[in-house]
Nanobody, 111 residues
């Protein structure tokens, strides 16, 4: 089983930046793809970005050009750099891998 711990959420003004981190531990040998999802109040959880074991990435159209997902395999950590944040980016952000979910971290963007 894999444990995921997110950090880096917070409150930021529109146009600002945040970097989320997700550190994996446990049965990390099984980790392949990792991803970030988000869930805003009253909405379904949606995929934000995914990164494969080789570093290939895919992004939701709503974040393309603003968010960058990267991974440091030596640290078993993925990073989501979020720039040009908008109020509609406000949500709880969850880290995911095939072994499970993180606990979530709140991102709030004020207008």
């Amino acid at each position: 089983q894999v444990q995921l711990v997110e950090s880096g959420g917070g409150l930021v003004q529109a146009g600002g930046s945040l970097r989320l981190s997700c550190a994996a531990s446990g049965s990390i040998f099984s980790i392949k793809a990792m991803a970030w999802y988000r869930q805003a109040p009253g909405k379904q959880r949606e995929l934000v970005a995914v990164i494969g074991s080789g570093g290939s990435t895919n992004y939701a159209d709503s974040v393309k050009g603003r968010f960058t997902l990267s991974r440091d395999n030596a640290k078993n950590t993925v990073y989501l750099q979020m720039n040009s944040l908008k109020p509609e980016d406000t949500a709880v952000y969850y880290c995911w891998t095939a072994g499970g979910w993180g606990q979530g971290t709140q991102v709030t963007v004020s207008s």
